[in-house]
């Protein structure tokens, strides 16, 4: 690890203020990723400012019959949360269901979305549930926010501050794990809402997306059998030692079929 | 001494301190005015070092010195085993030393030693150092590493072979197969596989400036062997000037018997500055550079008669040594795994060969089973396709071919002898405790779910309590292994063991204060044991080939046999009787006929305070010391039935039961047996479905050089284990007893892959490689069901 200057605000503000004064500054949230990148000395911060102080990043509250998430709050905290389990039940699962208890009590939302993981779970919901991710400076409707393998719509300087799901009529989610890491090497998050089926794929590409075969296919019928005979086309998805890119493709209607079973 | 002593299971007396975050691991010393190493490693998998600039580092804040292979003045690390080729010509035997001269042959190799005043700054100095490489292309496949036109990781290794060995009577074997009335051929892998022990190696290098003396601690299985090798051929310190110390280390699997070279590192630069200096390796140095297991590409071949009686085995082997020979590398794929390819079995022909070759990857050596998991994957998997193809059934075919119960002790066609063993017991024990024979509702059951349920079975042995020393020197080592054990009885009847095997896992801590309590009729609290310090055990040969109790307990008996002799001589004395008389039991000694009797406590008091002593005849004091060279191996054996589900839509596999029965001879502890049992079969399950290290073909590198591409298995990975042993004791050491540290991740893995395989029978499959992940089961299904398609 290099050395780094090291700042605990206890605002939302005040870190914004932070990171526009130090121009080599990098947040930290859970640590979860970052420590670990900087342990390995493959990234140089001059600071390092703790989002961890700022209580206006943190809980769940439900707000127009969603749920809206701070930042910085913990995947544990989702998952438990009885809000998040009567509102949108699937983003407790899937929050329940990443990495290990220590991760998920140290790993925040926000952390995640930010960091837009190719194999992270929470980018399927972001995505999936239509949700919008508010920063310091504006929101931005997740169409527009995941826009590559580790990039996304934040601007330097620029803070999630919370998530805002909107509540669908119905929504599952479900992954195969990378056996070594068991984040997703397929995750599927299907939504039934308002304006239609969101089907949203992460582990599979270079970020999340969106999957056109599986809403037209979800469209039609919302059924595991529909999700089943979806075919998806394996070019573009990812290719590693732990899964091809046609057992990728495979994987995600089998996935999205699982997924609208658990949607109920 | 029921409740403390041979067949209790104690509670482990060391799980106080590791339970409680109390141990002493290398990290946790600390030596007054110690420094820090960073070892900066070469990226690339094969490249010229044309120069290395390490003027700024030497400058850097906090540096003490950077010493590079220019500066390295002492000996190589060398082999501890010399295998010879089919032509009679030695191993090739490249010099490895702890720091590269001009070129690097792995990624991880060797490049600069950075000693600073923190292991931080020792990092940041190293970033200053400027080595220009001329970058070569590597092989890195055991299989192509002797083809024509790759790349050569030594000058004097022609086609990259170490040796062209082998074992058994070829003629004999031809003939066989000119018999048979059926061949069943097999070609198989067994991956290479990281042993992540979870605490990683470290040393401390430390130089007593007033004596002269060196001390190095460091993560050992076997401190002796390391003082040694690193004394006397390394770095030429005199033994007595040289104490080594492995305290508490946390897991080994093998990976920590080899000397490496960092310790030598460590020691050397100590006395050349001066100060203490701590390596300790970060968690991807361990993938990098702990050797590695396994590693074999082989084909097989069983002539099997029109019942179904074996006639003949041939196997043709090609083991990766990586780039370097470690300390056991050459013995593994030789007589640790071809002398095992009889394995339960009356086969009467025998022919074996091995290619050692060398690779532009880490060293590979003993891990956990060491040649025999690769030697009973093999046959298991051999014999299992041998029954689908003649239609035998799986476990009549290897009943009808198990070497008979009284048939002991059977001389195999490659070299061993075994001297007892009952496979049909075991195998008859595993089949009920797994309800083999309800499979098949089982499997109706699966199939309504949508899941494909399959049953495997191996039937293996290994060979283990390495090893007589006049054996294993006819074949090659440049060691004896024996073992020593001494009991030191203090005056008022306390013990301390010293035993020089050690335990990293292994509860040597009580199992031998059982031993002790029983042979002594003292209670378990007043026995110590003691380990890991060559200043304070006698010369010994540590822990590895299941050999701690089979040899290392034999020689506390035997040195218990000394104690009690001279002590009933001194309780003789005190109760004015012959000898003869006097009998000891339970602690107490008496005299036949008579109401006198001694305490084991009052006649060690006597030993120390002689005031009534026949001081012309006996020594006083109490402690004695005995050297055990075994006789022969142990052979351990047993049954091993493995029931998988399998999801067609994902290809995961999921181990739903798990039964292991095995013959590990007397046992001492049945807790610790157990325990032993659950981690080598996890293991083993380990191997079969998710371990596996990968390094990429053309650039050499790890691929899997972390927890996000190796995959360990986990506690949800498992399933609750059926575990049982049934007994039949070694015959030629005092205990009975074999061996239990290796069998579960012996016997294991084939009986997975068989499972595995007998799912996806109906679709087709035939073959599936370790470790059989969700991708490569899926695949098959794809293959399998495109075949039966096209069929
Ligand atoms: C062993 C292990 C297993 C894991 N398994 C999974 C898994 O199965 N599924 C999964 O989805 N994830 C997994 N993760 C990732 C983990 O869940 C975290 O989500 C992730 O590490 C990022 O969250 P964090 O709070 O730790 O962020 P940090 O590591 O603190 O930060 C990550 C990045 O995001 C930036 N950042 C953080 N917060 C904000 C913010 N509010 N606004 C703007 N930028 C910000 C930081 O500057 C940094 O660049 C795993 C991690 C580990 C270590």
């Keep these: 690890m290099y050395d780094f200057g090291y700042h605990r605000p206890d605002t939302a503000a005040d870190a914004a203020s932070l990171l526009t004064k130090n121009g080599e500054a990098k947040v930290v949230a859970g640590g979860m990723t970052l420590i670990p990148t900087l342990k390995q000395r493959l990234a140089q911060p001059s600071d390092l400012v703790d989002l961890g102080g700022a209580a206006d990043l943190k809980g769940i509250k439900i707000e127009g019959g969603g749920i809206t998430i701070g930042a910085m709050t913990t995947h544990a905290e989702v998952a438990r949360s009885g809000d998040v389990q009567k509102t949108i039940l699937a983003l407790a699962v899937l929050a329940g269901g990443i990495g290990d208890p220590q991760v998920r009590n140290r790993g925040t939302i926000g952390g995640s979305v930010a960091n837009s993981d190719p194999g992270a779970d929470y980018p399927a919901a972001v995505l999936g549930l239509g949700a919008k991710i508010r920063t310091n400076k504006r929101e931005i409707a997740a169409d527009n926010f995941f826009k590559g393998m580790f990039e996304t719509a934040l601007q330097d300087g620029e803070i999630i501050t919370a998530i805002h799901f909107p509540k669908p009529e119905k929504a599952g989610y479900c992954k195969h794990p990378n056996p070594a890491s068991r984040y997703a090497i397929v995750g599927v998050l299907v939504a039934k809402t308002a304006s239609g089926v969101r089907v949203a794929v992460t582990g599979a590409g270079p970020c999340a997306f969106r999957s056109k075969e599986l809403e037209v296919a979800l469209g039609g019928s919302f059924s595991a059998d529909a999700a089943k005979g979806a075919k998806i086309k394996s070019d573009g998805l990812n290719n590693d030692l732990h899964a091809t890119a046609a057992y990728r493709a495979h994987l995600v209607s089998v996935m999205a079929a699982r997924a609208v079973a658990a949607a109920g | ?791």
């Design chain 2, 1 to 791: 001494m029921a409740d403390s002593g041979i067949g209790a299971s104690v509670k482990r007396k060391e799980d106080f301190r590791f339970l409680t975050g109390r141990g002493t691991y290398i990290d946790d010393i600390n030596r007054p005015g110690q420094t820090c190493a960073y070892i900066l490693r070469s990226p690339h998998a094969h490249a010229d070092i044309v120069k290395i600039d390490v003027a700024k580092a030497k400058v850097a804040p906090g540096v003490i010195t950077v010493l590079t292979g220019a500066d390295y003045d002492k000996g190589g690390v060398p082999c501890g085993w010399q295998i010879h080729s089919k032509d009679g010509s030695p191993m090739i035997e490249p010099p490895h030393f702890p720091l590269c001269k001009d070129k690097v042959r792995h990624v991880g190799d060797q490049v600069a030693l950075i000693v600073a005043e923190t292991y931080a700054l020792a990092k940041d100095a190293a970033e200053l150092i400027d080595v220009t490489y001329k970058e070569q292309k590597p092989i890195v496949s055991t299989g192509d590493a002797d083809k024509p036109g790759v790349a050569q990781v030594w000058a004097a290794a022609k086609n990259n072979t170490c040796y062209d060995w082998h074992i058994g009577d070829k003629a004999a074997a031809d003939a066989a197969f000119g018999k048979a009335a059926h061949v069943t051929k097999i070609d198989l892998v067994n991956q290479r596989l990281i042993p992540n022990a979870m605490e990683p190696r470290a040393a401390i290098g430390d130089f007593d400036r007033a004596t002269g003396d060196y001390t190095l601690y460091t993560t050992s299985q076997n401190p002796h062997v390391i003082r040694l090798l690193m004394g006397a051929f390394v770095l030429q310190i005199p033994e007595s000037k040289l104490r080594v110390v492995a305290p508490d280390v946390g897991g080994g699997f093998g990976s920590k018997i080899f000397h490496y070279s960092e310790e030598a590192l460590v020691t050397w630069a100590a006395g050349k500055i001066q100060r203490p200096i701590k390596w300790t390796a970060e968690r991807s140095e361990s993938f990098m550079t702990d050797a590695h297991g396994r590693d074999h590409v082989s084909h097989a071949e069983l002539a099997l008669d029109k019942d179904g009686k074996f006639l003949g085995l041939r196997v043709s082997t090609k083991a990766n040594m990586g780039a370097y020979l470690s300390t056991f590398a050459p013995c593994v794929p030789t007589y640790l795994y071809a002398t095992l390819l009889a394995g339960v079995y009356t086969t009467p022909a025998i022919y074996a060969e091995v290619k050692a070759v060398f690779t532009h990857t880490v060293p590979v050596d003993a891990y956990r089973g060491a040649g025999r998991p690769e030697a009973t994957y093999l046959l298991e998997r051999l014999v299992e396709k041998a029954a689908r193809e003649t239609g035998i059934d799986r476990v009549e075919l290897r009943r009808k071919n198990f070497i008979p119960t009284n048939a002991f002790p059977y001389q195999t066609p490659v070299a061993l002898q075994y001297d007892s063993g009952d496979y049909f017991s075991t195998l008859d024990m595993a089949l009920k405790a797994s309800d083999w024979a309800g499979i098949e509702t089982r499997r109706a059951e699966a199939k309504k779910h949508g899941k494909l349920r399959g049953i495997g079975i191996s039937t293996y042995l290994e060979a283990c309590g390495i090893a007589p020393s006049a054996v294993v020197g006819s074949l090659g080592a440049r060691a004896g292994l024996y073992e020593t054990g001494s009991i030191r009885v203090h005056p008022t009847g306390s013990v301390t063991v010293f035993t020089g095997t050690h335990s990293h896992g292994q509860g040597h801590e009580t199992t031998f204060a059982q031993l002790v309590s029983d042979g002594l009729g003292i209670p378990i609290e007043s026995i110590e044991v003691s380990h890991g310090d060559t200043n304070k055990i006698p010369f010994g040969m540590g822990t590895y080939g299941s050999r701690s109790l089979a040899v290392g307990g034999s020689a506390i008996v035997k040195a218990m046999d000394k104690i009690v002799k001279k002590a009933t001589r001194i309780a003789a004395h005190l109760m004015e009787a012959s000898v003869a008389d006097v009998e000891f039991k339970n602690g107490t000694f008496t005299v036949a006929g008579t109401d006198k009797s001694k305490t084991f406590g009052e006649v060690a008091l006597t030993a120390y305070v002689p005031h009534n002593y026949p001081i012309t005849e006996l020594e006083p004091g109490l402690e004695e010391t005995a050297f055990y060279d075994p006789l022969n191996f142990t052979y351990p054996g047993g049954c091993h039935i493995c029931e998988v589900e399998i999801d067609p839509d994902t290809g995961v596999t999921k181990v739903v039961n798990f039964t292991a029965v095995d013959d590990v001879g007397r046992v001492i502890n049945p807790m610790i047996v157990e325990g032993q049992v659950h981690g080598g079969v996890t293991q083993g399950i380990g191997q079969a479905l998710l371990e596996a290290c990968a390094y990429d073909k053309d650039s050499g590198q790890l691929l899997t050089g972390s927890y996000m591409d190796y995959t360990m298995p986990r506690a949800d990975d498992l399933p609750n284990f059926k575990v049982a042993t049934h007994a039949t004791m070694c015959t030629h050491n005092p205990l009975g007893s074999k061996g239990v540290g290796e069998v579960g991740a012996i016997g294991s893995p084939p009986a997975v892959i068989n499972a595995v395989l007998d799912a996806l029978a109906p679709l087709g499959v035939q073959d599936i490689s370790m470790p059989a992940t969700p991708l490569k089961v899926w695949q098959a299904i794809q293959a399998g069901s495109g075949r039966m398609a096209a069929e």
